[in-house]
């Protein structure tokens, strides 16, 4: 029997992973007793409106559960996080939002821990019907008490408590 090889592309840091983990924990535990539940980066996402490609965010608020296709949610997250790396900040920006903002997410975060800065996109749509993203705000060290999830306001993650490095 041969052994695959372990491929990591992304070649993350740490810290990537304890945003993300910081943001579930706090964010999950807020939100335990309701329909929605918080995912981390082992959840995969899968949209006819995406040929039916997997996409697997960082984390994600998901309130349809029940919408799934085999180990694949096909219902639409309501927000979505990406935390930027070298090797995924061009599609994170680009491909990746262009994406959720075809499938409907509501609120996108981007979070890049290298400049301890979130930039929250909302996305609309124009009157021919095609969405398009803005950025919403843009939360450094300066105004980091305006940290605050759009679409969940009842929910709270402090920006220190999202960059706590341990």
Request: with cysteine; hydrophobic share 40%.
């Amino acid at each position: 029997m041969s052994t695959l090889p372990i491929d990591d592309m992304s070649r993350t840091y740490i810290e990537h992973s304890m945003v993300i983990d910081n943001f579930v924990i706090k964010v999950g535990n807020q939100i335990k007793d309701s329909l929605c539940r918080v995912f981390s980066d082992g959840v995969q996402y899968q949209w006819k409106e995406n040929d039916d490609r997997v996409i697997i965010p960082d984390a994600s608020i998901m309130c349809n559960i029940r919408d799934r296709r085999n180990v694949s949610f096909t219902g639409v997250p309501r927000f979505v996080m990406e935390v930027l790396s070298d090797a995924t900040e061009e599609y994170d920006r680009n491909e990746k939002m262009q994406i959720y903002c075809k499938v409907g997410v509501s609120e996108y975060w981007i979070v890049d821990w290298r400049k301890k800065q979130v930039e929250i996109y909302m996305f609309d749509w124009k009157e021919d019907g095609t969405g398009y993203a803005y950025l919403f705000k843009k939360i450094t060290e300066q105004n980091k008490e305006e940290l605050q999830l759009v679409m969940f306001p009842n929910l709270k993650i402090g920006f220190d408590e999202l960059f706590q490095m341990m």
